[in-house]
Structure formats: structure tokens, C-alpha cells
């Protein structure tokens, strides 16, 4: 199933927030719902339905609204946003700005961790998966330890940072593509095939834009042509 096997970053730590002792009676469904929900956000919009996407996200929003828990609203958005920086889209991550005052310290600095502003940041609260790139020393060791995550989406967001912070190098651009080509994440395939698009067209390589361009017109639909 698609939806699966997305969560990350502020998704994993709202799950295992939410999420009970097994000995316990059934999660209430609320807690249910919202996973699902977040869940079906993240693979509606890494394939590009905005839409379906966004609607999904309301819905989990109105499921935690009823619990009056400020810190798991704070970390959906959180998590939401970090979806985003996947596909490369740094636009403020303005829903969680309001929430800030209540989120987890954890939260924080994954918060700080997506803005690619690491300046105070506290490391040592970050998702164990992101501790090595944070904490790299250069640009080739934090290349590294970006394409060493091993969940995919956690990959295209450390990928995205570094593209923000101006470090991702050729082998991490080559990464995020062949991971959302793998993944058939339409939308960041469509954004980091472009970035590597302008790179190639830059070093004047024009066999590699033409191949790119090839790609980016199969992903839109434009592949096939009339005889």
C-alpha cells in the first residue's frame, strides 16, 4: 500500500507519541485516524495530488484538535513541513510558528533542522537519523551521511537541506533522484530532476540536459509521440 512506509522526521515521534502499550485497550480513534490521516498526506502529496493531500492534512488537524494537545498540532505541522522540503519546497513552515511556544523540544530543533539555519540548534534532540549529518564536520561528510539515511523520505529531506544550505554535492542531486524515481514520488522526482537539469545545463553538458529532459517530459505525461 502507498501509504505506508512514509512517516518520518516529526511523523515517526507523533506515532510513537501516540501510540500505546500493546497490553493496553485499543488506541481511542482519534489517535488511529491521525496516523492514518498523516500517513495518507505524505503519499498524496509526494505523488503530486495536492488536493487529496490537503484535505488529508485538515482532517488529521481536526482529529488532534479534539484532544486539545498543542505539542502532537505542533508536531503534525512539523511533519508536514518536512514533507515539503522533499521536493524542495522551503516555503515557511508558518502553521507551526503559533505553536512553537508548546512543541516538544525534540520538535524544536527538528523545526531548526528543516530551515537548513543550524546556528543554536540543539543536536542532540534531533531524530537519530539526522544526528550524523548535523553533526558532520564538512560538506563531503555531511553529502555522506545524507545518502546513508536509510528511510527514503528522510533522504530527500536531509538531501533538500543541504540543497538550502548550498552543500548538496552531484552524488546527493543522483541520490534524490533515483530515490523518488524509485519511490514514484512524482513531485520531488519532477523538482530534483530539474535541479540537476540546471546543473548539467550550467557545466555545459548538453547530452545530460537533453537525457534529463527526456525524463522530466515522461514523468509530465509528455513522453509519447503522435507517428
Avoid at 502507498?2 to 481511542?28: E, I, N, W, Y
Avoid at 548550498?166 to 519532477?190: C, F, H, I, Q
Avoid at 522530466?216 to 507517428?227: A, E, H, K, W, Y
Wanted: with cysteine.
Amino acid at each position: 500500500m502507498k501509504t505506508r512506509h512514509t512517516l518520518h522526521g516529526a511523523g515517526v515521534l507523533l506515532v510513537a507519541l501516540l501510540a500505546g502499550c500493546s497490553s493496553a485497550p485499543p488506541p481511542p480513534d482519534w489517535k488511529m485516524n491521525t496516523v492514518s490521516l498523516l500517513e495518507h498526506y505524505q503519499a498524496r502529496w509526494l505523488e503530486g495530488d495536492s488536493r487529496a493531500a490537503e484535505l488529508a492534512l485538515e482532517k488529521s488537524r481536526a482529529e488532534l484538535s479534539l484532544t486539545g494537545r498543542l505539542d502532537l498540532l505542533a508536531r503534525l505541522e512539523l511533519a508536514a513541513c518536512g514533507t515539503r522540503v522533499a521536493a524542495l519546497d522551503f516555503s515557511p513552515c508558518t502553521p507551526f510558528v503559533p505553536l512553537a511556544p508548546d512543541a516538544a523540544p525534540a520538535d524544536q530543533a527538528y523545526a531548526r533542522f528543516i530551515t537548513g539555519d543550524w546556528q543554536g540548534m540543539d543536536t542532540k534532540a534531533l531524530p537519530p537519523r539526522y544526528a550524523g549529518l548535523a553533526a558532520s564536520k564538512d560538506e563531503a561528510a555531511a553529502n555522506r551521511a545524507a545518502q546513508d539515511i536509510e528511510d527514503p523520505l528522510g533522504r530527500l529531506i536531509a538531501a533538500g537541506v543541504l540543497v538550502k544550505q548550498g552543500r548538496a554535492n552531484p552524488a546527493t542531486l543522483a541520490m534524490a533522484v533515483d530515490t523518488a524515481s524509485e519511490r514514484g514520488w512524482k513531485r520531488p522526482l519532477l523538482t530534483w530532476l530539474e535541479v540537476s537539469r540546471q546543473r548539467a545545463q550550467a557545466a555545459g553538458d548538453a547530452p545530460a540536459v537533453a537525457q534529463i529532459q527526456r525524463r522530466i517530459d515522461l514523468v509530465q505525461g509528455q513522453g509519447r509521440r503522435t507517428p
